[in-house]
């Protein structure tokens, strides 16, 4: 008699036990909300994106390759045009680019931050960082139409407009990102290998360009590409210094236009279902594809460095 | 056998902070041999031989006084080239340090901060390093693999390597075998008995029957002080103070 009450209390589930359960369908919950989501934003994204394809019959590699973008209108050959080669152009143009002036002013930054005045640097410049991340980035484009347009037609003639003026906004707004995560990495370096150069022999700066730099190089590259992601998915700001001409852009300075720009000016002023309106959301399918490779890149880097 | 002092302290004194870590300790090193200092964790060994690289410079709020010489010349000294102290005394730590690099990077890299660009030259440091060490036989087909990927014992031997590549006078090992198992610590001992014979080598151990096996003098450490110096024979066998006789004996510690 007694035996079967203990089996039953051993067996019985205790409220501890219960209340593990509740959290962990609670969470799991939550999880699969977001999943979903996601899954219901990219077949939105997707259905409607391939339409142009297989509903209004336009040929994915001229889409990809063709440099006329004209939907709307019946061009030459008796259809609408839908190349999309000048947007994506533009787009990578002005991400790599970003990239690429932002990087050393990131490093440079980072390493004032981390190694040469890791006290005073890091007390003034880590809030700094913090605000620029977060002025609305219509505010950063406001700034380039005023400022930096006009300095660029001043210098280099022309409207002002284009890839250059892209180039320097998504610079300025990407730096506070790439900073950051270029600060995390170095931290990130384990304090030995300081001890250990140092006790070679090695001068500061030494220790710092070749081992402290050489082991953040995974962590680094990681927020680069993160700067590259939010570059190449920023719309407002872009939209208000490239020029907005959906043609391949010859030069830095002249009028250009990037996926983004056109989806936000566009999307608003065509009809549901029309061309027009599904040549749109192919831009976005291939916004949110680039995203995903940008993601998986970032994945990738962190995985070998992970390895190392 | 006497050999000259290559090193010689008078009255060192070490802060960190108000901390007084070491409290006015006056030691020589003779030129090749091994001494090894002992003592219970937190005695200011460790702190002691740091001091002699000038690493504790990079430990922020230490401060050292007192007169510490290389070859007769005061290495603290307003004039003294840190970096060149540091490539005449080299250090391997506690941890096996290796930077996440090839093992052959690893190696040269004291000599690359020297500015040596000869790839021959730099081939050549990397063997001699390697073989000094005892680890060439293991490695010597994965040069370009990653140092990371050996074990801890093969891993500590690299670092040795990389510190005897720099061809230092001294080498200050900070209990170089505490985080290995015994035959990797064996293997390093059989080394560092080995280099004897071209370096000078001070070694900070908690291990008192490897102090008694490679060591040609011992220091015993006790709370910032040195209680006991002198051959490692006589610290063992007969001890002059209680408080070594009772550490040694394992009465604590």
């Known amino acids: 008699m007694q035996e079967d009450q203990i089996r039953a209390a051993m067996l019985r589930k205790s409220r501890a036990a219960k209340i593990e359960q509740r959290g962990r369908a609670i969470s799991f919950a939550c999880i699969a909300l977001i999943v979903l989501v996601v899954i219901a934003i990219f077949y939105f994204v997707a259905s409607k994106g391939l339409a142009t394809f297989y509903h ?10 063709k440099k006329s973008w004209s939907p709307s209108t019946i061009g030459p050959h008796g259809k609408p045009e839908v190349g999309a080669l000048p947007m994506i152009v533009g787009s990578f143009s002005v991400t790599f680019l970003a990239a690429v002036v932002a990087t050393p002013f990131a490093i440079g930054a980072a390493l004032f931050m981390t190694e040469i ?64 995560m270029t600060v995390d990495a170095i931290h990130a370096v384990p304090s030995y290998y300081r001890s250990a150069s140092a006790a070679l022999g090695a001068t500061r700066w030494q220790t710092t360009s070749r081992v402290v730099l050489r082991a953040a190089v995974p962590g ?22 490239i020029g907005n001409a959906a043609m391949l852009p010859k030069n830095l300075i002249s009028p250009a236009s990037t996926l983004t720009s056109v989806l936000t000016s566009g999307i608003g002023n065509t009809v549901m279902g029309s061309l027009e309106n599904n040549a749109l959301w192919s831009l976005a399918l291939v916004l949110l594809l680039m995203s995903l490779v940008f993601n998986l890149v970032i994945r990738w880097i962190g995985g070998r460095g992970a390895l190392k | 056998m006497t050999h000259k ?59 050292t006084t007192g007169d510490i010489r290389l070859n007769g010349e005061d290495i603290y000294a307003a004039n003294t080239d840190v970096v060149q102290l540091r490539k005449r005394v080299g250090m391997v730590f506690q941890q096996p340090n290796p930077f996440p690099f090839s093992i052959y990077d690893n190696v040269v890299y004291g000599l690359r901060l020297a500015g ?92 008192m029957q490897q102090a008694s096996r490679i060591s040609d003098r011992t220091a015993f450490f006790l709370q910032g002080n040195i209680i006991e110096v002198g051959p490692t024979k006589g610290i063992f066998m007969d001890p002059q103070h209680k408080e070594t006789e009772d550490y040694i004996s394992g009465r604590f510690g």
């Open chain 1, 56 to 65: 209004n019959g336009v040929n994915v590699w001229e889409f990809l390759s």
């Open chain 1, 117 to 180: 005045a890791s006290n005073w640097g890091a007390k003034i410049l880590q809030p700094v960082i913090d605000l620029l991340v977060g002025i609305p980035s219509v505010v950063y484009g406001f700034i380039g139409l005023s400022v930096v347009v006009p300095a660029i037609r001043n210098v280099f003639g022309g409207t002002g407009f284009g890839i250059l003026a892209g180039t320097f906004v998504l610079f300025v707004m990407i730096l506070p990102t790439v900073t950051s």
């Open chain 1, 220 to 241: 680094i590259l990681t927020g680069i590409v993160f700067g590259m992601a939010r570059a190449f998915g920023e719309a407002l700001a872009v939209q208000m210094v």
């Open chain 2, 5 to 63: 002092n290559i090193i010689t302290s008078r009255d060192v004194h070490i802060y960190y902070g108000d901390f007084e870590a070491i409290k006015g300790v006056d030691i020589d090193f003779p030129e090749h041999e091994i001494t090894a200092l002992i003592g219970p964790s937190g005695c200011g060994k460790s702190t002691y031989l740091r001091t002699l690289d000038r690493m504790n410079d990079l430990v922020p709020g230490a401060r």
């Open chain 2, 116 to 207: 040596i660009r000869d790839r021959a030259m730099l081939d050549e440091a990397c063997e001699q390093s390697l073989k000094q060490a005892a680890i060439w036989d293991e490695v010597k087909d994965q040069l370009h693999d990653s140092a990371l990927g050996l074990s801890g014992g093969q891993q500590q031997r690299v670092v040795m390597a990389r510190v005897l590549a720099v061809q230092p006078e001294v080498i200050l090992l900070d209990e170089p075998t505490s985080a290995l198992d015994p035959i990797s610590s064996s293997q390093i001992e059989d080394t560092l008995l080995e280099l004897r014979e071209q370096y000078t080598i001070i070694i900070v151990t908690h291990n």
